[in-house]
């Protein structure tokens, strides 16, 4: 499979720990963006990587988020000191090139805070 | 920031009928809309995209149409198929070409074919 992959796919965790998730772009990509989506709902943009740079934040991402991307291939995603209200699906979508407002969605890692 | 409106929330066709979702968005600035496919459990896939240059796209049976004037733009299925139930999402996004922030996605509808 040569699409955006995302690990884990699924993630189980107690109130107060810390989580990292990691999503692996479609290869070349250069764009990578993290969303969140919540039960009925469509997804949130959290932010965005141009390679290595993160050039876009919203506002839903607390200072407990953090997202990097060293290489410019693969980001990582961390939660701190998580919350009960950071269940959601944690999306990954990659872009690139001259059709770079075309995103593809990775499968998505479900976190349950307990 | 982009605020966009989708409608409705769920959607009852019978199989061989047409469907249409709408949505209208709130920044006159922004410039690509496209729409997903989400079957439950599964990840959001893009079905088609319009840009702001153009009225109209087909693709086989889907099609979407954009009125710029109006920040409107709508999803168009015919001769549903079974396959076609999923919750359909439509997103818009400006695009400078420089960058591009997110995309800001439709609260999504649900479209049941029944048999």
């Known amino acids: 499979d040569t699409g955006v992959s995302q690990d884990p796919r699924h993630k189980i965790t107690k109130r107060g720990q810390n989580v990292t998730f990691r999503c692996d772009p479609i290869?070349?990509?250069?764009?990578l963006y993290w969303y969140r989506q919540t039960l009925g709902q469509g997804p949130e943009f959290l932010t965005y990587f141009q390679n290595e740079a993160q050039l876009e934040k919203s506002r839903l991402l607390s200072d407990r988020f953090s997202a990097e991307r060293p290489k410019g291939s693969f980001s990582t995603l961390e939660i701190q000191r998580t919350e009960q209200g950071d269940s959601a699906m944690y999306l990954c979508?990659?872009?690139?090139?001259?059709?770079?407002?075309?995103?593809?969605f990775g499968p998505g890692t479900r976190l349950t805070v307990l | 920031g982009e605020n966009v409106e989708q409608h409705p929330s769920t959607l009852s066709v019978q199989e061989g009928d047409s469907a249409v979702i709408k949505c209208t968005y709130s920044d006159s600035a922004s410039n690509y809309f496209p729409w997903y496919k989400q079957e439950l459990g599964k990840r959001p896939q893009l079905i088609i995209d319009i840009r702001s240059n153009v009225g109209e796209k087909k693709d086989q049976r889907i099609a979407v149409t954009l009125n710029k004037t109006a920040k409107h733009f709508s999803l168009h299925i015919t001769e549903t198929q079974p396959e076609d139930s999923a919750v359909y999402f439509c997103a818009a996004l400006l695009y400078s070409g420089g960058g591009a922030d997110g995309l800001t996605f439709g609260k999504g509808t649900h479209l049941i074919i029944q048999p």
């Open positions: 290869s070349e990509h250069n764009r």
């Open positions: 979508a990659s872009s690139w090139g001259i059709r770079a407002d075309t995103q593809y």
